[in-house]
């Protein structure tokens, strides 16, 4: 270091008086220097607009305006139970005793749908990045390149393509009836929380495949050749060495898919339906149409804190950090 | 390529196909002579394309769109090239908390940072809705994107070069331009087109942060709800997924070229 602060000071004479002296000792300083314009973009963009959010949900939307005392009224509003001789909604079949259980409901059905998108990723992309990993010796780059090539196109399309696909008069009903399958289109095809599911794992699995593959391809491969050794057959030696060596990749792919996807918007806006809706949408119509600013950030917050809480148990519970200790 | 036909090889092409097979019917059907997206396909025709080149407004959309995706990729390549810069060669204290703001946008929903900054620039600074906004909100999103690409440009990136010309007396300025810029211009070539890409693309920003100008997936969007503009509307998505796959090719063997010849001498 000593060597080399000689030369990089004669770039900074330039900078004079004690400023540039300063600067000149702390390399720390010149790094946030040189970052300060990004970083101050991202603050006044993002964290000032985010900090924004949390003050307005500890106001109240009156019928014009906005009253600016603080209140948990708009938290108190979501979770608020159902008073006497009120109907009580239920979803798949459990109660909720809430007096406007619509926001608690959609925000367990955006977890749910979320969480099943991604065990439908895992599942199709684990077997994927092995083959890749470990069977694929040629040509390795164009088949990394075809996988992740669609994840860059628009992602409006990648959804609306399914609406073609699965819709009313849409290939699948379309072929089907030419092939002489069935007579009448079948329904239930598009418009649902399954049709919202399908197309968040369509469109998350190639980005997801990357981390697992990542995670195969460091396998040290004289680890399992000293499996086979010592006697364990293919499917145990995956179960007892690939497996768990794999497992950080596996999480990373499984957060990269969740944490985005709870929020979603354009999916089930565009193949959901009435019945697929998600919290995005709910929090769409607070701002928009109910114009209730307030619930509307209430709500959101709601949504990341519990995504955020979600995904610490989770990472609490498979012991990630103890995991990647190991791993390197 | 010499490959057994074992379930894996089976599998693996299964799922190029499951990937590709939705998107390629938009294409498909873009050719296909009916107004609704059905088989048996109809005759062949070049209908569809002939009335997305006449629709004043698509064609308005896509200037908007080309503009904002323009102006976009060089403002995140700058913001992205001086994190890159100072996160590569300085040691930062602080180094976690600082990467993680800057990446925050990957993490949280592109839903509640728009409105949320729909909200700030409505109610508290009364900024109409134009262009502009729509390209503040993609900066965000792409700055994280191109901070990324060029990291790994950078990281290993010999410092002792741009010492050398301090040395022979080069200002900061000149340095940087002639020595750093150079040995980062794949990377920086990358980064603009993937922040091209991912502006030209991106829709819920543009959605929620767009006045009476709309960029081109918003006027996307506001055509698939009319089942008579179907034709046109297959044909625009056809032309933007083959614009956005020649974009990646493109930005993607560069980034590969650069990480390969990383080392500065072999230029």
């Known amino acids: 270091m000593a060597v080399a602060e000689p030369g990089a000071v004669s770039g900074w004479t330039a900078v004079n008086g004690r400023w540039g002296t300063w600067l000149r000792r702390r390399e720390w300083a010149r790094g946030y220097l040189l970052m300060s314009p990004t970083l101050l973009v991202m603050v006044a963009m993002l964290i000032v607009p985010m900090i924004a959010l949390v003050i307005m949900s500890f106001w109240t939307q009156t019928v014009l305006e906005i009253d600016r ?90 959804v609306f393509s399914w609406k073609l696909m699965l819709g009313f008069g849409g290939v699948i009903n379309s072929g089907l009836m030419k092939l002489g399958f069935i007579k009448e289109p079948l329904e239930f095809l598009l418009y649902n929380p399954t049709a919202v599911v399908i197309t968040l794992a369509h469109s998350w699995v190639a980005f997801a495949l990357l981390p697992i593959y990542v995670s195969l391809e460091k396998i040290d491969r004289s680890l399992l050749e000293a499996a086979s050794d010592l006697g364990d057959r293919p499917w145990e030696r995956f179960l007892r060495v690939t497996l768990p060596l794999s497992l950080p990749g596996l999480i990373s792919s499984a957060l990269l898919v969740f944490i985005p996807t709870v929020g979603d918007y354009v999916t089930p806006t565009l193949v959901g339906g009435p019945s697929g809706i998600m919290v995005g949408n709910a929090i769409q119509t607070l701002f928009y149409r109910v114009n209730n600013i307030p619930l509307g950030s209430a709500l959101s917050l709601v949504m990341m804190l519990l995504v955020t809480l979600l995904v610490c148990l989770f990472l609490w519970a498979v012991g990630y950090r103890k995991m990647q200790q190991r791993a390197t | 390529m010499r490959m057994k036909l074992d379930p894996m090889t089976v599998y ?240 993607e063997w560069l980034r590969r070229r650069g990480v390969q010849t990383s080392k500065p001498g072999a230029f």
């Not at chain 2, 034709?231 to 930005?251: D, E, K, Q, W, Y």
């Open chain 1, 69 to 158: 005392t603080f209140t948990l009224e708009n938290y108190w509003h979501l979770i608020e139970p159902a008073g006497e001789g009120d109907e009580i909604p239920t979803w798949m079949g459990i109660p909720f005793p809430l007096k406007r259980a619509v926001y608690v409901v959609l925000l367990l059905k955006s977890i749910l749908m979320s969480l099943s998108a991604t065990v439908a990723v895992i599942l199709l992309a684990y077997p994927m990045a092995y083959f890749l990993a470990f069977r694929v010796k040629r040509h390795k780059m164009i088949w990394l390149m075809a996988i992740t090539l669609p994840f860059w196109t628009s992602y409006l399309l990648r």
């Open chain 2, 12 to 251: 693996g092409f299964a799922f190029l196909v499951f990937l590709y097979a939705p998107v390629l019917l938009i294409p498909l059907f873009s050719f296909n002579d009916s107004t609704v997206a059905t088989f048996p396909m109809k005759g062949f025709t070049l209908n569809g394309y002939r009335l997305m080149v006449n629709d004043a407004s698509l064609m308005n959309a896509l200037k908007n769109s080309l503009i904002v995706g323009i102006g976009v990729s060089v403002v995140s390549t700058a913001f992205g090239m001086l994190a890159a810069m100072g996160a590569t060669r300085y040691a930062l204290p602080g180094k976690g908390p600082v990467m993680g703001t800057i990446m925050l946008p990957l993490v949280v929903p592109s839903l509640i940072v728009s409105i949320a900054l729909l909200v700030i620039l409505r109610k508290v600074f009364d900024v109409p809705l134009t262009l502009w906004t729509v390209a503040a909100g993609h900066v965000l999103v792409c700055v994280p994107f191109s901070m990324l690409v060029l990291i790994a440009r950078l990281e290993g990136f010999d410092k002792g070069l741009e010492e050398a010309s301090n040395d022979l007396g080069e200002s900061a300025w000149m340095t940087f331009w002639r020595v750093t810029f150079p040995i980062a211009l794949p990377g920086i070539v990358a980064s603009l087109l993937m922040c091209f890409t991912i502006s030209f693309d991106e829709f819920v920003m543009a959605f929620f942060l767009s006045g009476t100008d709309q960029t081109l997936p918003v006027f996307l969007y506001s055509q698939l709800r009319f089942p008579n503009k179907l034709p046109p509307t297959l044909s625009l998505g056809s032309s933007i997924l083959a614009a956005s796959i020649v974009i990646v090719i493109v930005s």
